[in-house]
């Protein structure tokens, strides 16, 4: 092993111009047969990478040709959350999926930036060698996220934060979709309900979420979802202050389960569990059966998103194209050319009436 090990170390001395030599062609042309192979014959491409392959030439130096482009040829991606979440959380692997797809079709590569939230650091963004940056789902005045604005590269944002001048948007009515939800389970007679929620910013609280603190959330899609809650539900003379929210900073469905039985303990009377994420909702449905309530005779349970576990689950939910959003961040970013205006794409969302939902018990 020792041996080739060597070997191979010998034959990489080959350069574009030792390779040009040995086959008597510009270096032009052998820079061809890598970037722009359409200039060549098919059978003067494969003679190049032939005798590339066979004196270990190993291909231009994708450095110095980003170097010489100003262009890296990958596009980067801006994650709040640690690395695995992107592989782990149903939903970012679906948005992960759509955008894979776009710079597929593109013939780009895509870097992932993950940055915790409290990380105050944002060396990784400034160095990232992208020619733009997605950035999924951030906090309002994020020190990461400014400083990939503070970068000379197009800037698409999914979801939050929105009021951003000059930068591409894709996402969805939050705030619509949860009055919608929050009418169907009025239609059921549901008056006393629960919130389960998602993180409302970036310092931990794992416990009931006062008004004032739903209210000051960093993370604008929480924020939307609660209000459009808040909205639906007085529509029927519902209070919100007698509403309990309980928050949860990690997104698991063991989560959910011990937010719903915080918020149950305290609150037996709720017929209703509302949640920001099918994730949570999950966790609920695990806790009810544990504790042996009935859904939806005993407690009805909802969910937002729409991940394929939910719809195992009969899970009623908010659906939302999750990797058609993926797919339009990266064609907007991928394809904005010379368009100076800045666009917002708002995708469509359905609420999905399954068999966690039911007529509100006696209480």
Not at 8 to 16: I, K, M, P
Not at 203 to 214: P, T, V
Not at 282 to 288: D, F, K, N, Y
């Amino acid at each position: 092993m020792g041996e080739a090990l060597e070997g191979r170390r010998a034959r990489r001395t080959a350069t574009l111009a030792s390779l040009a030599a040995e086959l008597g062609v510009s270096r032009t042309t052998v820079s061809n047969a890598y970037n722009r192979p359409d200039q060549l014959s098919p059978a003067l491409r494969r003679r190049v990478l032939d005798t590339a392959r066979r004196l270990g030439y190993p291909g231009p130096d994708p450095v110095a040709r980003s170097l010489r482009t100003r262009k890296a040829g990958a596009v980067g991606l801006l994650l709040t959350e640690a690395l695995s979440y992107a592989f782990r959380d149903p939903v970012a692997v679906q948005f992960l999926e759509g955008l894979a797809l776009a710079c597929e079709d593109n013939g780009s590569g895509l870097l992932l930036v993950p940055v915790s939230p409290e990380a105050d650091d944002p060396g990784a963004v400034a160095r990232a060698g992208v020619d733009g940056f997605v950035v999924y789902s951030m906090p309002d005045d994020d020190d990461n996220f400014h400083a990939v604005l503070e970068r000379p590269v197009p800037v698409v944002v999914c979801d939050q934060p929105t009021a951003v001048p000059d930068v591409d948007r894709v996402g969805i009515d939050d705030h619509a979709a949860m009055v919608d939800m929050a009418r169907h389970l009025v239609g059921l007679g549901h008056r006393h309900v629960g919130v389960l929620c998602m993180r409302l910013s970036t310092d931990r609280n794992d416990g009931f979420a006062s008004i004032e603190r739903q209210e000051r959330a960093r993370y604008e899609v929480q924020r939307r979802r609660l209000t459009g809650l808040r909205e639906g539900f007085a529509e029927a003379g519902v209070d919100w202050s007698a509403v309990p929210v309980v928050e949860r900073y990690d997104h698991s469905e063991s989560a959910g389960a011990s937010a719903a039985e915080q918020l149950l303990a305290r609150h037996p009377d709720v017929t209703a569990l509302v949640c920001t994420s099918d994730i949570l909702a999950l966790g609920a449905l695990r806790h009810a059966r544990q504790a042996g309530l009935v859904v939806p005779d005993d407690l009805t349970v909802t969910g937002f998103d729409g991940v394929p576990a939910a719809e195992r689950a009969e899970l009623t939910t908010v659906r939302q194209p999750t990797l058609d959003k993926g797919r339009a961040a990266g064609e907007l970013l991928l394809d904005r050319g010379d368009r100076q205006r800045s666009r917002t794409l708002l995708l469509p969302t359905e609420l999905l009436a399954r068999a966690t939902s039911g007529v509100a018990r006696a209480t």
